[in-house]
């Protein structure tokens, strides 16, 4: 069996229903990085699409939203496993009632997701390596 760290999460709405599935490692060191720069480009493209002037970039809008998604949880912006379960029922830049963008509310709930589970992986791996460590280190505690 090839471990991977690969986890499965349902994201449930205000009704506590599951409405989308995602598989991803939360404890990648690179999932950090990734989700950061995928948010700095989607602010981007939101910025500076005007969809009144051409209504068409809307939808490549979703599409490169869709595609910043899976780079932020795989590392492939292609693989839309993850995207297509994320926005299955609603478009990422559908409003949902408070003045936000859906992939707003889809973002801060998958960063609710990573950042205990990097903080839990760091202080497993402390734990593993200064256990490693402490066998080699002298019995009086001294310095050779």
Known sequence: MLKTGLKTYALRD?????????????????????????????KELVDKTDIEAEPLALNRLNEEVKGLFDYALTGNRNSHGNSDSLFAFL?????????HYYF?????????????????????????????????????????
């Open 104 to 144: 707003e509310a889809v973002y801060d709930e998958i960063k609710n997701i990573i950042e205990p589970a990097i903080e839990q992986s760091a202080e497993e791996s402390e734990k593993r390596v200064s256990a490693y460590i402490d066998k080699y280190k002298p019995a009086d505690g001294g310095n050779d």
């Open 14 to 42: 205000e009704d506590g229903e599951a409405i989308a599935t995602i598989r991803f490692n939360p404890t990648d060191p690179a999932i950090i990085t990734r989700f950061a720069e995928a948010g700095g480009k989607i």
């Open 91 to 99: 478009a990422p830049t559908a409003s949902i009632g408070d003045g």
